[in-house]
């Protein structure tokens, strides 16, 4: 993301970064301000930036939702709000080059006259202030704020040249082992301002495009929606741990399973590939090295997170680490398999094919079949957490419920992109829908948003909840 003031000479901040983090290492820098100086990042006044606006990759934790900056005698404050905050001691801010650049100009010209940091080197969290050249000018404290989801940098004015009013323009980076994430505030990295000694707060960032469903994250919610290249998209509560979304794949994504103990989550290839990510997703095997009759096209973890199934579209189904085996479809006639659920107990499971059929193995209890209630094909299949009921979906989004699953309403035929994925509220009370243009349909259960209206380096084609 290049960055062009007017008559400045293009350059890229993520180099910057990169460049000043390298520079850090075995050079911390000391205070920037006295102990008896008091500020709060908190009480900046943030500009608005668009969520969701960072990449295909997209990460919440490198999205920039808010800007704000603050201009007085004892300190110079700048910060950025993220959609999903993490701690900078974290493995990403250690390992890759993530961190925030803030572009600073005194002299009104849109060039930048200095340029702050806040990153992660030499083993703590550091801020720094430098020239346009990257030569340092003095320190900045470092400051970060869960509460706030922010991280900020002080210094003293002073080190600026103790300006009346200064312009500013924020970025930042985040890296993970698959994937960089960047954004900008305001996108296009114009500076704002003028910001004013005394607290005259920045000009307002441009305002949110239309487009996202809108958030009503009643209760906690969230949930994950998956690309067929990989990428995952966060909402709500739904942390992020990493995607595929800029690896290229042998073969599409076809479904999303979370780690029902601890943080992280899986998905799977149509070779049967897994992707683990996470600290307690682990990897127990995969079909990615085996010749399959058919493709996989669902998966299901069992109670501990210490195993998992995978189903191909033939019936075959794969058991791995303590996921016990107890019978498939493999071999026989019927339409295909178009997903799977799981009994809480983990000793049973549910097949679940296009006509509307559902096969029941282990201490799963059949509560009924879809057969011949639909002139559509049914591609959507999502059990209870409780295990008394499930749902089966159609690609126009009428949805059929059978035992204790409730049926709370459908798309039913309106216009819209097919649907691709289902999956139950946490409480089981409700679901949600998922097409492929990442829009959300919520039955019962909170909506968070959707990608509907953002474009997508690949169509969507499931939903997990969190």
């Not at 890229?12 to 301000?33: F, V």
């Not at 509560?367 to 639909?374: K, N």
Request: glycine share 18%; net charge negative.
């Amino acid at each position: 993301m290049p960055l062009t003031g007017a008559g400045a000479a293009p350059h890229d901040p993520a180099h910057d970064i990169g460049t000043e983090r390298s520079k850090l290492e075995g050079r911390s820098t000391a205070a920037a301000l006295a102990d008896d100086v008091e500020y709060n990042a908190a009480a900046i006044h943030v500009v608005l930036d668009p969520r969701l606006d960072n990449g295909p990759g997209y990460n919440g934790r490198g999205d920039i939702i808010g800007a704000g900056a603050s201009n007085e005698a004892e300190a110079v404050v700048l910060l950025v709000a993220v959609d999903i905050y993490e701690d900078p001691h974290a493995y990403n801010w250690r390992v890759h080059d993530t961190g925030v650049l803030w572009e600073i100009d005194v002299n009104g010209d849109n060039r930048a006259d200095y340029k702050a940091f806040f990153l992660y080197a030499d083993g703590r969290v550091q801020g720094d202030v430098t020239d346009p050249n990257l030569r340092s000018v003095c320190a900045a404290d470092p400051l970060w704020d869960a509460a706030n989801q922010s991280y900020a940098v002080g210094f003293p004015p002073g080190c600026i040249g103790d300006p009346a009013s200064f312009n500013y323009t924020s970025f930042m980076l985040y890296g993970t082992d698959f994937t960089t994430s960047s954004d900008g505030a305001p996108d296009s990295l114009g500076f704002v301002g003028p910001v004013k000694r005394g607290g005259g707060a920045p000009a307002p960032a441009p305002a949110p495009p239309p487009g996202p469903t809108p958030v009503n994250c009643a209760g906690g919610a969230g949930y994950w929606l998956l690309g067929r290249d990989g990428g995952v998209f966060s909402f709500g509560t739904a942390p992020f741990y990493g995607s595929t979304g800029n690896i290229r794949l042998n073969q599409p994504v076809v479904g999303m399973t979370r780690a029902p103990v601890g943080k992280g989550y899986w998905f799977v290839a149509a070779d049967g590939g897994i992707f683990a990510y996470g600290p307690n997703a682990g990897f127990f095997g995969s079909t990615g090295s085996i010749r399959l009759a058919q493709p996989i096209v669902g998966m299901a973890t069992t109670p501990t997170g210490k195993g998992y199934w995978l189903v191909a579209r033939d019936g075959g189904l794969f058991a791995f680490g303590d996921a016990g085996f107890f019978g498939s479809r493999g071999g026989q006639p019927g339409a295909p398999i178009i997903g799977m659920g799981t009994t809480p107990t983990g000793k049973g499971y549910w097949l679940a094919s296009s006509d509307g059929s559902v096969y029941a193995f282990g201490d799963a209890k059949f509560h009924g079949a879809a057969v011949g209630r639909a002139g559509n094909s049914f591609v959507a299949f999502a059990a209870r957490p409780q295990g008394d009921g499930y749902w089966f979906v159609t690609n126009d989004g009428a949805v059929h419920g059978f035992g204790a699953a409730p049926y709370r309403g459908g798309r039913n035929g309106k216009p819209g992109a097919p649907i691709a994925g289902a999956a139950s509220s946490a409480n089981g009370g409700g679901y949600r829908l998922v097409a492929t243009d990442g829009s959300v349909y919520t039955y019962g259960a909170s909506s968070c948003g959707g990608m509907n209206g953002r474009s997508l380096s690949a169509p969507m084609v499931g939903i997990s909840t969190a």
